[in-house]
């Protein structure tokens, strides 16, 4: 399985999980199969809130799960649309939540708990 997490700065498995799936600078790939750990670049970081295009910020990579500390509603539904599940975050680094995800110990993400604006009382989950 290959698991895409938003990160700031890659700091390999002790990188620490970003507060916002669509304006992470880069997406860190691991995969549970062969424990490896890649990176790519987010190629839609300068989305107009609500408009994030979860496969263009992914660059084409096929990921089966998202880990994220946060999410608009938008980019969860396009993820959830192309069969990729997308879970709540429920440690500081990539290595904690992987091994969560793997323990079935982190709950999936909702349309009730995503980011709805970061301004005015936007309700964003992080």
Do not use: W
Not at 10 to 22: A, N, P, W
Not at 66 to 83: C, E, M, P, R, T
Request: glycine share 14%; aromatic share 6%.
């Amino acid at each position: 399985m290959r698991v895409c997490i938003p990160v700031e700065i890659f700091e390999g498995m002790e990188s620490k999980v970003y507060g916002h799936f669509g304006s992470a600078p880069v997406f860190a790939i691991f995969n549970t199969d062969t424990n490896g750990l890649s990176t790519i670049s987010n190629k839609d970081m300068h989305h107009a809130h609500g408009a994030c295009n979860p496969v263009m910020a992914l660059g084409g990579q096929i990921a089966d799960a998202v880990i994220a500390g946060g999410i608009g509603a938008g980019a969860l539904s396009k993820l959830n649309q192309a069969g990729i599940r997308v879970y709540r975050a429920g440690a500081e680094n990539i290595k904690d939540n992987v091994d969560m995800l793997l323990a079935q110990r982190l709950p999936e993400f909702k349309i009730s708990q995503t980011c709805g604006g970061h301004s005015h009382g936007g309700g964003c989950a992080h």
